[in-house]
């Protein structure tokens, strides 16, 4: 079974340019999550979808991210227009919905790094 | 609102070691505790999770965590590491199906 993919793996941009991270969760999985690891800082929940609907997005910083996930499949987290503070990794998790009220395990890609010059 | 502290950014420890990861956190309300690893470009693994029940917890490759509810710690060891269990080790709580809440991760160095 293929985990969580995210694209690109690396993506280095000049401040104000627009950048588009793809995440593609594991088959099955309704619920999507993105997260940022700031430098040498904590990582920290940007946002939280259940199929296509946004159950969350209370970690979002700003009105320059746009996250979108048509059909309930893959999201894209668009950054516009990219800003320095915005260097980062980026995560991306998947995880079941729990018919049994349990908690689900969240797994992770591998992060897309983000670079803004 | 939840929290988490780990408090040694790096521990360096000779192979065959023992070795703990200090994790504390801070929550009014019960929550679920978890570690995860990133080896070394690879995206973060989840090495064990604390729900209930036994407040020793095993997860893999050796490692093991206790919740410790007085202190309000869930600190991660091992009796033994190798040189591939150098990574970064993050601690994490989560209330429900809300949100992983991670502390700021702890670079484990093993040399030999």
């Known amino acids: 079974e293929a985990g969580v993919t995210q694209f690109p793996s690396h993506s280095v941009i000049e401040k104000g340019q627009t950048v588009t991270l793809r995440c593609d969760p594991i088959?099955?999985?309704?619920?999507l999550y993105w997260y940022r690891r700031v430098m040498g800082k904590e990582i920290k929940f940007l946002l939280h979808f259940v199929k296509e609907s946004k159950q969350d997005e209370s970690g979002m910083p700003n009105n320059r991210f746009l996250a979108e996930r048509t059909g309930g499949t893959y999201s894209t987290l668009k950054v516009q227009p990219a800003e320095l503070e915005d260097s980062g990794v980026y995560f991306c998790?998947?995880?079941?919905?729990?018919?049994?009220?349990?908690?689900?395990?969240?797994?992770f890609g591998p992060g897309t790094r983000l670079t803004v010059l | 609102a939840q929290s988490v502290t780990q408090l040694d950014s790096q521990v360096p420890v000779f192979e065959e070691a023992p070795v703990e990861l200090r994790c504390n956190y801070s929550s009014s309300v019960s929550v679920y505790l978890f570690w995860y690893v990133q080896y070394p470009n690879q995206g973060l693994q989840l090495l064990l999770k604390?729900?209930?029940?036994?407040?020793l917890v095993k997860g893999i490759n050796g490692f093991e965590a206790e919740f410790n509810k007085s202190q309000t710690s869930f600190h991660l060891r091992k009796p033994s590491v190798h040189i591939s269990d150098t990574a970064e080790y993050f601690c994490?709580?989560?209330?429900?199906?809300?949100?992983?809440?991670f502390g700021t991760g702890t670079r484990l160095l093993v040399s030999p």
């Open positions: 604390y729900l209930s029940g036994s407040t």
């Open positions: 998790a998947s995880s079941q919905e729990s018919t049994s009220g349990g908690v689900t395990e969240q797994f």
């Open positions: 088959s099955g999985h309704d619920n």
């Open positions: 994490a709580v989560r209330r429900g199906f809300q949100k992983l809440v």
